[in-house]
């Protein structure tokens, strides 16, 4: 099974709606018995909330479910999970000194928008202090980049439906 973790900063807004539209993805292309996925922030403000409403409704017009309550990132998800994937750089450097932390060098951290090639280092902004418009360009942008991430899985793991 390939474990993959989104992670933003309060696990509310972008790292919900990315697991939910991977979930909703693998299921399309008959590989969900393939994947465990799960989202969790850097940040403590949001543990055990329900992701932000407006997350919820972006996700309910493109008919992802979102199943989820905030969690924290914590030191086994550095073991147990394949593939971490970030937000942004501050998300990332967070990771990697948790990482170094929890004594995981090894483990590889992904910018979400790296999968793209014409995205690469780009990071998925975040949408909180805005309006119904951000969330939908969040979607936009994580709809081709979990695409792009799951090119490369599809490659790297010899997938086929």
């Avoid at 922030?41 to 008919?63: M, N, Q, V, W, Y």
């Amino acid at each position: 099974m390939i474990r993959v973790l989104f992670v933003c900063l309060g696990n509310i807004c972008r790292s919900p709606l990315a697991e939910g539209i991977f979930n909703y993805k693998i299921q399309s292309l008959g590989l969900e018995g393939r994947f465990k996925s799960d989202s969790a922030g850097t940040s403590d403000f949001h543990i055990g909330e329900l992701p932000d409403e407006r997350t919820l409704r972006c996700a309910a017009k493109h008919d992802i479910k979102i199943n989820h309550r905030g969690r924290q990132i914590n030191r086994t998800d550095f073991r147990d999970f394949d593939y971490i994937l970030a937000m942004d750089d501050h998300n990332l450097r967070n990771l990697n000194s948790l990482k170094d932390r929890y004594n995981f060098p090894e483990k590889d951290i992904f910018l979400m928008r790296d999968f793209v090639p014409e995205w690469k280092g780009m990071s998925v902004p975040d949408p909180y202090y805005g309006g119904e418009d951000g969330f939908e360009e969040i979607y936009r942008i994580l709809d081709v980049a979990i695409d792009g991430f799951l090119e490369k899985i599809k490659v790297t793991h010899q997938l086929y439906a």
